[in-house]
């Protein structure tokens, strides 16, 4: 704010002079340690609330589908029938992308080992955010028999290794409403029941109760 000063001269005649306050600059007030420890606090809360919640999910949501209990059938006036490992691959190629999963998937592989679940393995085109991505897709299935039927029970889903269990249900009920396997080779004049299944290095095996017309 201007400031007026009155002076006098020899001649007696009054001189007003105006003088300026200088600025009056407004510091800012500095943090206060409480702002610091509060700002730090929520920092730290936040990554406590993710880690549990990452924690939560491998724990209650991420884990593998436990296995179909199953009993050994009887083998008597069985017929049983070999799928190749070529074949379960072929199978499992032409029926895969029909399966509910978020992407198409190229390059099945499938480990076939005694008595043991299969391990398909297939590379996975995905679009994230508008770009399209390669993911390695990991199924492990178990198969087993049902009404006579085969079926495959899905026991593990991941992408890149991060697991994906909210998509098992969906795929195995796409896969058991295209896999069937086609007993019409077998003599006629039987009518043909799944019994048993087993796996091997080499294959499938399917054994079939044979019942006379």
């Known amino acids: 704010m201007d400031q007026s000063e009155q002076t006098v001269d020899d001649e007696g005649e009054g001189t007003i002079l105006l003088t300026q306050e200088p600025p009056i ?6 943090v206060s340690r409480k702002q610091v420890a509060l700002f730090s606090a929520a ?18 949501f991420a884990a593998d589908v436990p296995p179909i209990a199953t009993t050994p059938a009887s083998t008597n006036g069985a017929v049983s029938v070999q799928a190749s490992a070529a074949f379960v691959t072929a199978l ?3 029926n895969i992308n029909n399966a509910g999963l978020p992407g198409e998937v190229e390059n099945v592989h499938v480990i076939l080992k005694h008595n043991a679940p299969l391990i398909v393995t297939g590379d996975m085109h995905m679009n994230v955010l508008g770009i399209d991505t390669l993911r390695r897709l990991t199924v492990t299935l178990q198969p087993y ?8 029970h899905v026991l593990h889903v991941d992408v890149q290794g991060f697991p994906l269990p909210f998509l098992a249900q969906t795929v195995e009920n796409k896969i058991n409403e295209q896999m069937k396997l ?27 109760a044979a019942v006379p017309d």
């Open 182 to 208: 086609n007993v019409s080779g077998l003599p006629s004049g039987f009518t043909y029941c799944a019994t048993s299944v087993r796996t091997e290095t080499s294959g499938l095996f399917v054994t079939y």
């Open 43 to 60: 920092f730290v809360a936040g990554i406590l609330l993710a880690f549990i919640w990452l924690l939560g999910y491998l724990l209650f």
């Open 25 to 30: 600059v407004k510091k800012q007030a500095p």
């Open 92 to 94: 499992i190629q032409k």
């Open 145 to 152: 028999i049902s009404a006579c039927q085969i079926h495959v």
